[in-house]
């Protein structure tokens, strides 16, 4: 399972997570059959309502008893989710976004999270205009 549709679940909720996963797997299903499979863009896989990303996440900062950033540190965010936020899962998370040449650096993370973000508006999360700049 990607960090990525980790991200997805805990935001969205489980069945978001599924999609996101079949949709990651389904090109990989089809190398080497006859069968066609077509797999929609994440941007294309809506939620079947919008979700409001900073009011989920702010909700989960409230009950949490460590004080963390989501709002603009990537680890904050893996943190509140419950998912590893190690240099290892950073970078395999990077991987999956398609940024290369990740090596952990501020400017890497806050990118990577700027990233995120984008993608959780994507894929039909409400995320507030100033935390996508």
Do not use: C
């Not at 006859?34 to 863009?41: D, F, H, R, T, W």
């Amino acid at each position: 399972m990607g960090i990525f549709g980790k991200i997805l679940g805990g935001i969205f909720g489980k069945k978001k997570e599924e999609q996101h996963e079949e949709q990651v797997k389904a090109p990989e299903l089809s190398q080497g059959s006859e069968a066609e499979v077509s797999a929609a863009p994440a941007a294309e896989i809506a939620p079947e309502e919008a979700v409001d990303v900073s009011a989920v996440l702010s909700a989960k900062a409230a009950a949490n008893a460590e004080s963390l950033d989501w709002k603009t540190s990537i680890v904050d965010l893996l943190k509140l989710l419950g998912i590893d936020s190690s240099y290892g899962a950073r970078k395999e998370l990077a991987a999956e976004l398609g940024i290369s040449g990740y090596e952990g650096t501020a400017e890497q993370n806050i990118s990577m999270h700027k990233v995120v973000l984008k993608k959780l508006a994507e894929n039909g999360g409400i995320v507030p205009a100033e935390l996508l700049d």
